[in-house]
C-alpha cells in the first residue's frame, strides 16, 4: 500500500486547485503521501533545505485542513506514526524512494520560483514571502485597525525574523503590548471558543488556561508606503509554542495604554492561528539563484 503512496508526486500537488469540501478523502491522502516521503527524507537525507521546508509547508497546511474539515488531531497522529514507520522501513535504496525523491526535486524546481503565497483560513490570510525586500515574511492583518501580526524580517539580516506587531503610529505610544494564546501544559486540548468547542466568535483561552508573553521594547519604524509605525518585538521561543496551537484557535494582542494617554482602556485584538506554521515554512525557503520569480496568490492543496 505504501508503495502507490510513495509513487505519487508530492510537491505538484502543492499548486493544485483547492479541494473541495467533499474532497476531504482526497486531501486526507496528498497529507499521507507528503508525511511518507518526508519521514523517508529523515532517516536518507534526501533533499536540500528548500525541497524540505516546502515539503513541510504543504503538510502543515494540508493538516490544518484537514483539521478544519473535521478530522480528529489523534486520528492524524495515529495516521502519520503508522505512514511514518512503514515509509522508513523501506529503506533508502527501495525504488520507490528514489523514485518520488527525484519527483519531489523536479517538481521543487518549479515551485521555488514562486515568491510569495497567501494561506486563507475561515477567518483571516497568512501572507508569506520569500523576498528579502518584504519586510514581512509572514503576516496577517488586522483590516479595522491596520495592526499587523506576524514574522518581520530583521533590518540587515533578510534571512531572519522576530515575531512582531506593528501598529500606525498615531497620538501615545502603547506602554507595551501582550501576545495572549492556550498554554498547553494548563490545558491540553484546543479551546474554540466555548467549553461545547463550539462557537461562531474566535476568542482565546480564559486567562486561567492562558499564556502571556509581553513584548520588549516598542521601536520605530515605516511600513510599505512610507508611513510611520511602532513595533513591538516578542522573544523567540513564543514562535514555537503558536506553532503548537490547533490552526483554528485565536491569539488576542492586548495594547496596554500608556500612563499619559488620555484614554487608558486597554485595547485588544483577535487573530486566527491558521496555516501560521505552513506560511513560516514557506517564507524560509532559501531563494534559489538564476530562477526569475513568480507570484502565488493563493496556496493550494
Known amino acids: 500500500m505504501l508503495a502507490r503512496v ?6 505538484t500537488a ?47 497546511q494540508a493538516e490544518g485542513e484537514l483539521l478544519r474539515a473535521g478530522k480528529k488531531r489523534a486520528e492524524l497522529q495515529r495516521l502519520s506514526a503508522q505512514v511514518t514507520e512503514h515509509a522508513q522501513g523501506l529503506g533508502c ?14 517538481s521543487y524546481r518549479q515551485f521555488a520560483r514562486t515568491s510569495f503565497l497567501e ?31 506576524g ?6 539580516k533578510p534571512d531572519q525574523s522576530r515575531l512582531a506587531i506593528a501598529m500606525p503610529a498615531r ?11 492556550r498554554d498547553q501544559e494548563k490545558m ?13 466568535k474566535l476568542a482565546p483561552a480564559p486567562r486561567a488556561a492562558s499564556r502571556i508573553a509581553w513584548a520588549g521594547k516598542v521601536m520605530s519604524g515605516r511600513n510599505e508606503v512610507g508611513d510611520p509605525i511602532w513595533i513591538f518585538t516578542f522573544d523567540a521561543g513564543v514562535i514555537d509554542a503558536l506553532e503548537q496551537l490547533d490552526p483554528r484557535e485565536a491569539i488576542q494582542v492586548n495594547l496596554l495604554p500608556a500612563p499619559r494617554a488620555k484614554d487608558q482602556k486597554m485595547k485588544s485584538i483577535i487573530y486566527e492561528i491558521g496555516d501560521f506554521r505552513a506560511a513560516r515554512a514557506f517564507s524560509m525557503i532559501p531563494k534559489t539563484e538564476g530562477a526569475a520569480p513568480v507570484e502565488t496568490a493563493s496556496a493550494a492543496h
Open 93 to 106: 535504496n527501495h525504488a520507490e524512494v528514489i523514485s518520488v525523491a527525484a519527483t519531489v526535486r523536479d
Open 151 to 156: 514574522l518581520r524580517r530583521i533590518p540587515g
Open 6 to 11: 510513495l509513487f505519487m508526486a508530492v510537491l
Open 188 to 200: 491540553s486540548e484546543p479551546w474554540f471558543g466555548s467549553l461545547s468547542g463550539k462557537s461562531d
Open 14 to 60: 502543492a499548486v493544485a486547485p483547492q479541494a473541495a469540501a467533499d474532497d476531504t478523502e482526497a486531501l486526507r491522502r496528498t497529507w499521507l503521501e507528503r508525511v511518507a516521503i518526508s519521514a523517508a527524507d529523515k532517516i536518507c537525507n534526501l533533499f536540500s533545505e528548500g525541497e524540505r521546508l516546502a515539503l513541510a509547508s504543504g503538510i502543515y
Open 171 to 181: 497620538g501615545v505610544t502603547p506602554a507595551s503590548a501582550q501576545l495572549v494564546f
Open 119 to 149: 494561506y486563507p483560513a475561515p477567518r483571516s490570510t497568512w501572507s508569506a514571502s520569500r523576498s528579502e525586500h518584504d519586510r514581512w515574511a509572514a503576516s496577517q492583518t488586522d483590516k479595522a485597525t491596520g495592526i499587523v501580526f
